[in-house]
């Protein structure tokens, strides 16, 4: 009895593992197809900017109030902590390191998974269980070029720039509550920002993070809809599921691309 | 047959371990409307996959205008779908795109017409399925037979030599019913195409459709036109054209002795 149950956990396992490694094949092979019918989407640019509209410009509300919040809440926390070493004027580095690096291209790949993921899973999902894949598929137009590759490019564009405008808010939620509120000097708060905050080293490294969450998050909401099961349910579990994994991916991600420009 | 355009040759398919199809022929010629028919869940929409190169037989070959469908590449297949029409079961309308988008969609995919041919291709092709007013509207707005017609119009808007038909009279009134059987023959003689009609709408069908396949058990059970197949004394065939609820067809799903179950608790 009990060498029974032993033997069931393990193939259930088992199936898991092979299920998971499986779908990391799927995915890696719908990335490989999408980089492949890429062509399509530049030719026809117009199909990838209604995308940058649907999943970028739609998420700038949620993203530019989020930021401007977290820019607040930094600036507070930050001045809290600074005061007590007496470097309360160092509260503009501060503000401006942790977002431009860690929290614009992590909190935007976050939100944007939340918004802009979700809403890609469920339409690539209801698309095939509504047969629009299908048709599109016996029209012999590809599915891959018409439908994916220009959602995926449009998330690949949409979010670096989502993630410079929410640091941009951010710092400003920042200054808001820094300068006019607390009373820090404004020139200090603007100035050591200035000197320390490096082009290469923190912004752009930050912009490389943007993009690589882009590809991520993207894919997986793109991938997550196209193998949906075409359910009510399917599209449902699809859609928790992108935002469970991409939500995983950045931060795993983020560590690991961390890890590489602190030690270069 | 000399002017088959589809044929399919002893195909048998599954999946699942479970074979669908034991060995199928089929013609289908050109300038006719075919009917396939049979009960729910017998494999007659995997037959359209299989002709449309959506799936790959088990065994033995559909010929598509000449040439076997799985043994083309991706190019080919697209090449050979560009001669068929599919009209979905509900449609498959892009939510996104207006009617007259949805029906310009294979022009602008396909050819390089300039916009104002485009406008008018559409238009005759909206006005064949008498929907031409309603070129603005969106699919969520339009009534279920409104869809299956402007699906049509997308189906036939590169003028394919294949149209076919899965469950086009599936949750439609009588009138709509009755503008689809008319739509489905008309459209088929102005464009001398061939027509392959999946179905379990027999009285509908028959009012139409040049020849008839049954298919049950996974093999044709029966073929012939309409006439022979009303007065066909074959019980499977009786039982379908006739509707009766039992017959080789069960109306009991299998299970266990009723009384036994009932007695014991058992299900």
Known sequence: ?264 | MANAIVEIQDLSFGYKGRLLHKGINMTFPKGKVVAIMGGSGSGKTTLLRLIGGQLKPTKGRVNVCGEVVHEQDREGIYRLRRKMGMLFQHGALFTDLSVYENVAFPMREHTNLPESMIRDLVLMKLNAVGLRGAHALMPTELSGGMARRVALARAIALDPSIIMYDEPFAGLDPISMAVICDLIRSLNDALGATSIIVTHDVEETFQFADYVYFVADGVVAAEGTPDELRQSELPFVHQFVHGEKDGPVPFHYAAPEYHASLLRGAR
């Open chain 1, 1 to 264: 009895m009990v060498l029974h149950k032993i033997k069931r956990l393990l193939t259930k396992l088992g199936a898991g593992c092979v299920n998971k490694i499986w779908r990391l094949g799927a995915g890696g092979r719908l990335f490989w197809l999408t980089l492949l019918s890429s062509g399509e989407s530049f030719r026809r640019f117009r199909l990838t900017i209604r995308e940058v509209y649907f999943t970028g410009v739609l998420s700038l509300i949620i993203i530019l109030v989020s930021a401007f919040f977290v820019g607040m809440v930094l600036a507070l926390q930050g001045y809290h902590t600074l005061q007590k070493y007496g470097s309360s004027e160092a509260i503009g580095v501060l503000v401006a390191l942790a977002l431009v690096r860690e929290l614009g291209p992590v909190v935007t790949a976050l939100l944007f998974a939340g918004r802009a993921g979700t809403a890609i899973t469920a339409e690539i999902g209801l698309m095939k269980a509504t047969e629009q894949l299908s048709a599109m598929e016996m029209m012999a137009v590809s599915p891959i070029a018409r439908v994916i590759a220009p959602r995926f490019w449009a998330g690949v564009i949409a979010m670096p720039v989502l993630a410079t405008l929410f640091s941009m808010v951010g710092i400003l939620g920042g200054y808001l509550v820094a300068v006019p509120l607390i009373g820090v000097d404004e020139g200090a708060f603007w100035s050591q920002m200035q000197a320390n905050v490096d082009w290469e080293y923190d912004i752009l490294n930050g912009v490389l993070k943007s993009v690589v969450f882009g590809v991520a998050c993207t894919m997986i909401a793109l991938f997550e809809g196209y193998d949906a099961p075409p359910t009510a349910e399917g599209v449902s579990r699809a859609t928790t599921r992108t935002v469970v994994t991409s939500s995983l991916a950045v931060l795993g991600l983020d560590f690991i691309l961390t890890s590489f420009m602190i030690a270069m």
